[in-house]
């Protein structure tokens, strides 16, 4: 079974730019979410999507937005990108519902850097 | 706000040697589960933790769950060098869903040969 799959793995971009990110869940997964990782912050939690529907958001500016589509892929965006923006963005699907834990499978990430 | 708070946030250590890492909150916390990164990877599942008191053994890694279901720790005997790597806790956060977990800032394990 494949993996988590994110596109681009890299990414560089300037100030004020905008990107979108590329996440395939598992296949048969339909929880996707997504985190930011920097050094100083850690791995912190950016949206979750369940059935095309975002179900929770972090505590990120508006300038960060997502979707999911109705095969379970999703997107994530950043609009007017600031230095601090660069991270290592990574997405993590999962299939379990109606249990009190889950177990997220996280792909490699993609990393953004902004100039 | 709910916090995962993990020490130490380094170690260096000698193949051979034996080693804890923490994982502690003021929380109470239904699931806690222990992921392994490596550099230019997404973190792994290594165990989830469900049962205040539950320890479970993976190989030469060993999990433990606080009574109180407020802390965690990993102990792993007889370190080898393929266990260097970035080790993170991360709880379901309060009042969230499945998909929404909070992590500890990790401890970042560099094993010697």
């Known amino acids: 079974k494949a993996g988590v799959t994110q596109t681009p793995r890299y990414l560089i971009k300037t100030r004020g730019q905008q990107v979108t990110l590329s996440c395939s869940p598992i296949?048969?997964?339909?929880?996707v979410s997504w985190y930011q990782q920097t050094p100083g912050q850690g791995l912190q939690f950016l949206f979750e999507?369940?059935?095309?529907?975002?179900?929770n958001k972090g505590n990120f500016p508006g300038r960060f937005s997502g979707r999911q589509f109705s095969n379970s892929r999703s997107e994530m965006n950043v609009s007017t990108l600031e230095l601090g923006d660069s991270a290592l963005y990574l997405c993590?699907?999962?299939?379990?519902?109606?249990?009190?834990?889950?177990?997220?499978?996280f792909g490699p990430g993609t990393r953004l850097t902004v100039l | 706000t709910q916090l995962l708070e993990q020490s130490p946030q380094f170690l260096s250590i000698q193949e051979g040697e034996n080693l804890t890492v923490y994982c502690n909150s003021s929380s109470v916390f239904s699931s806690l589960q222990w992921y392994r990164q490596e550099p230019g990877e997404g973190p792994v599942l290594l165990v989830t933790?469900?049962?205040?008191?539950e320890v479970k053994k993976l190989k030469r890694l060993t999990f433990q769950f606080g009574d109180a279901r407020k802390d965690s720790s990993l102990h792993i005997t007889a370190a080898q060098p393929g266990d260097t790597g970035l080790y993170l806790c991360?709880?379901?956060?309060?009042?969230?869903?499945?998909?929404?977990?909070?992590f500890g800032k990790g401890t970042k394990l560099s094993v010697k040969p």
């Open positions: 991360a709880a379901m956060n309060y009042g969230g869903s499945q998909g929404n977990l909070i």
């Open positions: 933790v469900v049962t205040g008191g």
């Open positions: 999507y369940f059935s095309e529907t975002q179900r």
């Open positions: 296949s048969g997964h339909r929880s």
């Open positions: 993590a699907s999962s299939a379990l519902l109606g249990t009190f834990y889950n177990e997220q499978f």
